[in-house]
């Protein structure tokens, strides 16, 4: 076929809490063993923490809750970005199938009525126009990609695509493009078949 191609643009705080345990003998007031039970209890549940534990405590946790929010922040960013991808793809991969059903449905009346029929694309424009003649836009941010026959190519915008009763066609490719994704609606110029390729799925 001779064509040519045709492109478009807790916080924690003081002390632990504490009570005084007192420990009392049998052997009366006077021993000494029991004096010093009571001492060291109180002065081991007595005593708080000091103050400079207590203020890197604290500090401590200011950072880890920031560091917390900071985390939460990167995830939510990564989320929302993957999640625009995905939708954007969903909405090429559906324009691209729309234009293969419009393709199909220009071949089967083609067919049916026993004589051409033409599917048109406008790079320029970003629409495209099947048996009905209904301008359809694409969405945008696509840059599109028109492989036709030579005759069938007008202003260097407009490419045509046109299928005979017997079912075969002049051919062509539409390529669809958004950064290194491509999908490629192919119709066969011999049987006039449409087929839908997404080079993602395929690499």
Do not use: C
Request: proline share 3%.
């Amino acid at each position: 076929m001779n064509g040519e191609r045709v492109t478009g643009n807790g916080e924690r705080d003081g002390a632990l809490p504490h009570r005084v345990i007192r420990a009392r003998s049998s052997f009366g007031k006077n021993d000494s063993s029991n004096v010093g039970v009571r001492a060291v209890s109180r002065k081991s549940l007595r005593s708080p923490l000091p103050v400079s534990l207590r203020h890197t405590q604290r500090a401590f946790t200011l950072l880890e809750m920031l560091a917390v929010i900071i985390l939460i922040g990167i995830a939510a960013a990564a989320v929302s970005i993957s999640v625009a991808r995905g939708l954007a793809s969903a909405r090429i991969n559906a324009a691209a199938g729309e234009i293969a059903a419009s393709l199909r449905a220009t071949r089967t009346q083609a067919i049916v009525h026993g004589q051409p029929s033409t599917f048109q694309i406008d790079v320029r424009g970003d629409s495209y126009q099947g048996v009905d003649k209904r301008s359809v836009r694409l969405p945008k941010g696509l840059d599109v990609e028109v492989t036709s026959a030579t005759k069938d190519q007008s202003g260097g915008d407009v490419a045509r695509i046109r299928f005979f009763p017997d079912g075969s066609s002049t051919g062509g490719r539409i390529t669809l493009r958004s950064g290194k994704r491509e999908w490629h609606v192919n119709v066969s110029w011999l049987t006039g078949a449409i087929t839908f390729f997404d080079t993602a799925a395929h690499s």
